[in-house]
């Protein structure tokens, strides 16, 4: 059974950091592609960052420049690694596994807020 387990959010503020880990399991997760992305109130989903199980790895415009991504497959966890927090980067952090250019298993997501 497939499993994506995202954690490492919560409370910051403005000009902080947060690392966001993604713990997979019931399937070779070092075969598979793998993205982030997140929900801000009023808007759709936004895609931050993908890698493929070739090690490539692409990023979105919101994250170039503030957020890193990662995979350790040893661990089976993806990571996301946030900096320079801004208000506008508060919501609900995903991961999900990447088939044919689509993603088919979701993680449940974990909270972002940034606030003073």
């Known amino acids: 059974q497939v499993q994506l387990v995202e954690s490492g959010g919560g409370l910051v503020q403005p000009g902080g950091s947060l690392r966001l880990s993604c713990v997979s399991s019931?399937?070779?997760?070092?075969?598979?592609?793998l993205g982030w992305f997140r929900q801000v109130p009023g808007k759709g989903f936004e895609w931050l960052y993908g890698?493929?199980?070739?090690?490539?790895?692409f990023y979105g415009e919101t994250a170039r420049g503030r957020f890193t991504g990662s995979r350790d497959n040893g661990k089976n966890t993806l990571y996301l690694q946030l900096n320079d927090l801004k208000p506008e980067d508060t919501g609900t952090y995903y991961c999900?596994?990447?088939?044919?250019?689509?993603?088919?298993?979701w993680g449940q997501g974990t909270r972002v807020t940034v606030s003073s």
């Open positions: 999900a596994r990447e088939v044919d250019t689509s993603y088919d298993f």
């Open positions: 019931g399937f070779t997760f070092s075969g598979y592609a």
């Open positions: 890698t493929r199980n070739d090690g490539r790895t």
